[in-house]
DNA sequence: GCCAACGTTGGC
DNA sequence: GCCAACGTTGGC
């Protein structure tokens, strides 16, 4: 037991506050979009090849963009539906979560009357795009690569269309977008 | 088009 | 709070 009674003084001002920035480490996502609605070449005919990535409505994914995703973060681009479905190409985050437009606009098809512009339900963030691979990579060939075996894309049944990807597998998918 | 795997909804 | 029914996602 810490006797506090017999324990030194100590002058607060010696022990100053200092601000200090600690850098994060970059995190690596994976989004996905339905090339017929939105693709990737797409993204690069938007202005400032940018996009809201609006109509998110699941509960986890909304987390994942809410909490988790930072500017600076680069986001694999996943064509889902596609033939073949593939990852095309890689973006990043430049503006971190805000209230989904899409949700608070009663004209859109995603419109949620639960939120508000003061407290928004749903959350977009803007992705902006920086690499598209010449070619999808196929996501036959990704199930192919040990090195993928644990990724969440990979997993039966996976549905999610937000989810964190390792630095370790964006490498990977990265590496062999590149190839093409 | 099929269907597995979820997530959501709503009756109780 | 349980759980069946239903709707959606998304690979194949």
Redesign the pocket.
């Known amino acids: 037991v810490r006797n506090f009674r017999d324990a030194p003084r100590r002058d607060k001002r010696q022990l100053p506050i200092t601000r200090t920035t600690i850098p994060m480490p970059r995190r690596y996502w994976l989004v ?1 979009s ?1 090339p017929e609605v939105f693709s990737f070449d797409d993204l690069l005919r938007s202005p400032g090849q940018a996009t809201s990535w609006d109509g998110v ?4 994914a909304r987390n994942f963009m809410r909490d988790d995703m930072r500017a600076g973060d680069l986001v694999l681009f ?1 064509h ?3 033939k ?2 593939g990852v095309a190409g890689v973006a990043e985050v430049v503006r971190e979560a805000y209230g989904d437009p899409t949700a608070l606009d009663p004209s859109s098809p995603g419109h949620d009357p639960k939120s508000t512009p003061a407290e928004p339900i749903w959350v977009s963030v803007e992705l902006k795009a920086v690499e598209r691979f010449a070619e999808p990579v196929p ?2 060939e990704l ?1 192919e690569q040990p090195a993928l075996a644990g990724m969440e ?1 990979l ?7 937000v989810q964190p990807v390792t630095a370790a597998e964006f490498k990977v998918v990265r590496k062999l977008g590149a190839r093409r």
């Open positions: 996905k339905e409505r699941n509960y986890q996943h889902s539906s596609a073949p479905p996501l036959a199930r894309l997993r039966r049944g996976s549905r999610l269309s």
